[in-house]
């Protein structure tokens, strides 16, 4: 289909006001005036009202399964203390008798004192008769009631057989009902009844009708398998994929590395501009809230603990190195100093044992880097993929982050200003379904945040925020470049992919507070517009 776009505004500029556009790509950008030569008689023109066109947004990091399928869950998010979240899980459990299991996601640790924990307890006296799991908000710790254990056989404990992972015990000796990452939550989640792929596939048609209604014509989705990866794939063949999905498949301490070569030949040998596959994810550590996040020093409560990693050192390179070999792009969740090091240190001897090429292998999250580190990314060519709606967990003194990580560490908190002083790329994302997913938040955020130790704008304590330009390119340019896609998209250029945004209003002007505010009017990928208010 040919398409012209017409009385448009691009930031910063007054000489192009239309685009051409024809099948999937841009062929033309110029003066409103001259638009005319490109028009043949079956061509579309969309009056953009003089309206703001950006290129369309990516997230560099998202769970799109996930956050799928947490649309038909119970929400908890909005909890504010323990009895609330009773009353919420009550409400639902009434207006649920059919389900045979309760599930919940986004619960904050917020809800608890410190030294308090989940326990089943609290969750049976409000649903004794049939089974719940309440996932945490970012995914890593669940809460279980006594129904879900006995059912996973768990309820006098477990070994996960990871280091990382626990189920953690009671004072009576019982499975307290906390479950410490995906090991230990995996030992109930496998007993839930499975949604159909029919089910799994209507809830993802959903949630693309809500992000493109944000604005987002791309994601990089970090927790693939072979089952999504043919997932979205036949979507995209159906025409029903309405953005952009980079899928690095997941790499887990079992993982035979055999498959890590025959994902990257699959990756070579299918081509679509819709889903990539040449990338895979590993998790070198956790979380700072459930003391999973792995750091230099102990943490902040006098434990004496530092976090374990999810991986033996020795295993943790090889799969890195092999991955690296194969010619995927390696993507690795890293919050702590402790693992961010440690992500940096067998990406160095990879690059070493491979030679270097240009990966543009990625440290997801790195919420607390070490000094000495900081030069290091843009040294080795490794992006930090940052998700800016996170500083709020980390500014939020009743969420155990802030505690945890104390005072002596928290001037290395969610370093984003002193990363590209040091030269390293960066990329912006959400996490969702941990964070809001509209990319407007994410900018505004990522401008406006305050310091984490809350002292003045004028006070020495360092100052992380970016600028509009900076964080607009987080979501754009910066994010195709972290995708390998820098050719082709991320710009509103002739050649480039036509996968653009109109904004009711001009966001590189208006007060950075205000820009949540501003409305996506239209979404087009790829010449299709696939959302329209």
């Not at 590993?282 to 374990?308: H, N, Q, R, W």
Request: aromatic residues 6%.
């Amino acid at each position: 289909m040919d398409l012209i776009l017409r009385n448009v505004r691009f930031p910063g500029q007054s000489v192009a006001q239309a685009i051409a556009i024809r099948g999937e790509r841009i062929t033309w950008i110029g003066p409103d005036h001259d638009a005319a030569q490109w028009q043949q008689p079956a061509t579309q023109i969309i009056d953009g009202a003089g309206m703001l066109v950006l290129p369309g947004f990516t997230d560099s990091h998202f769970h799109l399964h996930n956050g799928a399928r947490a649309l038909s869950v119970l929400r908890l998010e909005q909890a504010e203390s323990i009895a609330d979240l009773q009353t919420r899980l009550a409400d639902y459990a009434a207006a649920n008798p059919t389900l045979p299991w309760i599930i919940g996601r986004g619960w904050r640790y917020r809800l608890f004192a410190p030294g308090e924990l989940p326990t089943r307890h609290l969750l049976d006296a409000v649903v004794p008769d049939r089974p719940v799991l309440l996932t945490a908000f970012d995914g890593h710790t669940a809460w279980a009631n006594t129904a879900a254990l006995q059912i996973a056989g768990i309820l006098a404990g477990a070994d996960t057989g990871n280091p990382f992972s626990q189920v953690v015990m009671g004072n009576d000796g019982l499975a307290s009902g906390e479950l410490r990452e995906a090991p230990a939550m995996d030992l109930v989640r496998r007993c839930i009844p499975s949604p159909t792929e029919a089910e799994i596939r209507d809830s993802v048609r959903r949630a693309l009708r809500e992000l493109a209604a944000l604005g987002l014509t791309g994601v990089h989705n970090m927790d693939g398998d072979e089952a999504q990866r043919t997932r979205y794939r036949d979507l995209a063949a159906a025409g029903e994929l309405t953005l952009r999905i980079r899928l690095p498949l997941s790499v887990s301490p079992d993982t035979d590395p055999a498959r890590i070569t025959d994902w990257a030949m699959d990756a070579r040998q299918y081509r679509n501009t819709l889903v990539q596959t040449d990338a895979v994810k590993l998790f070198i550590d956790g979380v700072v809230e459930a003391k999973t996040a792995l750091m230099l020093a102990p943490y902040a409560d006098g434990s004496g603990d530092c976090g374990v990693a999810n991986y033996d050192a020795d295993e943790f390179i090889r799969l890195v190195t092999r991955a690296d070999a194969a010619g995927l792009q390696v993507c690795v969740h890293a919050i702590g100093d402790g693992g961010v090091q440690q992500t940096l240190d067998a990406l160095a001897q990879a690059q070493q044992i491979n030679g270097q090429r240009d990966a543009r292998h990625r440290v997801e999250h790195a919420e607390i880097v070490d000094p000495t580190d900081l030069p290091r990314f843009a040294h080795l060519g490794v992006i930090a993929s940052v998700q800016p709606l996170h500083v709020d967990f980390g500014m939020d003194r009743d969420n155990p982050w802030w505690r945890l990580v104390g005072e002596q560490r928290l001037r290395y908190g969610f370093p984003w200003r002193d990363l590209l002083q040091a030269g390293a790329r960066m990329a912006l994302g959400s996490d969702w379904p941990v964070a809001d997913p509209n990319p407007l938040r994410g900018i505004q955020v990522a401008c406006t945040r305050g310091k984490l130790d809350g002292s003045a704008a004028d006070s020495d304590f360092p100052d992380q925020r970016l600028t509009i330009a900076e964080a607009l390119a987080g979501y754009t340019t910066w994010a195709a470049y972290a995708g390998h896609r820098d050719h082709e998209l991320g710009r509103l250029a002739p050649g480039y992919l036509a996968d653009l945004v109109l904004l009711d209003r001009d966001i590189t002007t208006i007060p950075p507070d205000q820009i949540a505010t501003t409305r996506v009017m239209l979404t087009m990928v790829g010449g299709r517009i696939v959302f329209t208010r």
